[in-house]
């Protein structure tokens, strides 16, 4: 069953993400090298970097019941960050955000979390899973406050191109059964 392209919680307002949407998300947090620091993707260099994203994300809505969402403040509008599901398959699913700098540190990741793993679990999702790096601290506090367990390190796993390219880097593997 497709889950909703709009979700609102007390403050946010989590959306299907639109082609509209690039120059903002670029400008936001995409193409910021602090906010990428610790992701998994490479920092957008260009509009059409995050042009290319809303691609993607279009075509997992398209394959799945539900795909990244866009994060909104309820009471402005202003574009916050992203986050979302990606699908392995349909009872197993991945989840990560990323928050623009000025929305760190006031609950808004653990508040977007916290809805979209309500979303997974309405979609049929059974196991729900997030990576994050060692040393990203506030990540997996946000991860710990939503439930999820950590299950332990992943060796050698996951490239985080802003921060270490071309290296593989440990992980903490968290996930949340539904």
Same mark, same amino acid.
């Given at each position: 069953?497709?889950?909703?392209?709009?979700?609102?919680?007390? $403050?946010?307002?989590?959306? /299907?993400?639109?082609?509209?949407?690039?120059?903002?998300?670029?400008? $936001? *947090?995409?193409? !910021?090298? +602090?906010?990428? @620091?610790?992701?998994?993707?490479? %920092?957008?260099?260009?509009?059409?970097?995050?042009?290319?994203?809303?691609?993607?994300? !279009?075509?997992?809505?398209? $394959?799945?019941?539900?795909?990244? *969402? =866009?994060?909104?403040? #309820? !009471?402005?509008?202003?574009?916050?960050?992203?986050?979302?599901? =990606?699908? +392995?398959?349909?009872? $197993?699913?991945?989840?990560? *955000?990323?928050?623009?700098? !000025?929305?760190?540190?006031?609950? *808004?990741?653990?508040?977007?979390? %916290?809805?979209?793993?309500?979303?997974?679990? /309405?979609?049929?999702? #059974? @196991?729900?899973?997030?990576?994050?790096?060692?040393?990203?601290?506030?990540?997996?506090?946000?991860?710990?406050?939503?439930?999820?367990?950590?299950?332990?390190?992943? %060796?050698?796993?996951?490239?985080?191109?802003?921060?270490?390219?071309?290296?593989?880097?440990?992980v903490l593997c968290y996930a949340r059964i539904l």
């Amino acid at each position: 069953m497709p889950a909703p392209e709009r979700l609102e919680t007390s $403050r946010l307002i989590l959306r /299907k993400p639109l082609a509209a949407d690039a120059s903002a998300v670029f400008a $936001r *947090y995409a193409g !910021d090298p +602090e906010v990428t @620091r610790f992701m998994s993707w490479p %920092r957008h260099r260009s509009v059409e970097d995050t042009a290319m994203f809303l691609q993607f994300s !279009d075509a997992e809505w398209q $394959r799945w019941p539900v795909g990244p *969402y =866009v994060i909104e403040a #309820r !009471d402005s509008g202003r574009l916050m960050g992203s986050t979302g599901l =990606v699908f +392995e398959t349909p009872q $197993r699913a991945a989840t990560g *955000y990323v928050l623009a700098r !000025d929305a760190w540190g006031q609950g *808004y990741a653990t508040e977007a979390l %916290r809805a979209v793993v309500e979303v997974a679990a /309405k979609a049929g999702v #059974r @196991r729900l899973c997030a990576l994050t790096h060692l040393e990203h601290s506030a990540s997996w506090r946000v991860l710990e406050k939503c439930e999820f367990v950590r299950e332990g390190i992943l %060796r050698k796993h996951t490239e985080f191109p802003n921060l270490l390219p071309g290296e593989l880097s440990d992980v903490l593997c968290y996930a949340r059964i539904l």
